[in-house]
């Protein structure tokens, strides 16, 4: 594998900013500026999908609601998740992660 490839593929299948760590001479600033949103918005996108699922669990063991696929997915829809937030979230990873992965391969290429 060449050198230069190897940073684009870290920041493309693990996180975004981390190839930039991996370059040689780092450039950790600009990494950072890659990490740092996309890590933001994961966060913030793990902790509503992980307070829906302990509203749905809380309903499932109380009986509220049905062990049924389709009951379930309409009670999702109907909980309001998918609003400007974490359309804006999943946005922000998207980007950054593209980014990335496309700055860090032409900045090793660069330095190569």
Not at 36 to 64: C, F, H, N, W
Not at 83 to 89: I, R
Request: aromatic share 6%; with cysteine; charged share 15%.
């Amino acid at each position: 594998m060449k050198a230069s490839t190897a940073p684009a593929l870290i920041s493309a299948l693990l996180f975004p900013g981390l190839g930039h760590l991996a370059l040689r001479p780092r450039r950790t600033v600009r990494g950072m500026l890659f990490l740092v949103p996309a890590a933001i918005a994961v966060l913030y996108l793990l902790r509503t999908v992980l307070q829906l699922a302990s509203q749905l669990a809380d309903e499932i063991t109380s009986g509220k609601l049905a062990i049924d696929p389709f009951v379930i997915l309409e009670r999702v829809h109907a909980s309001g998740v998918d609003n400007a937030a974490t359309n804006l979230a999943s946005a922000v990873v998207f980007i950054c992660w593209i980014g990335a992965a496309v700055d860090v391969l032409w900045l090793s290429r660069k330095l190569s």
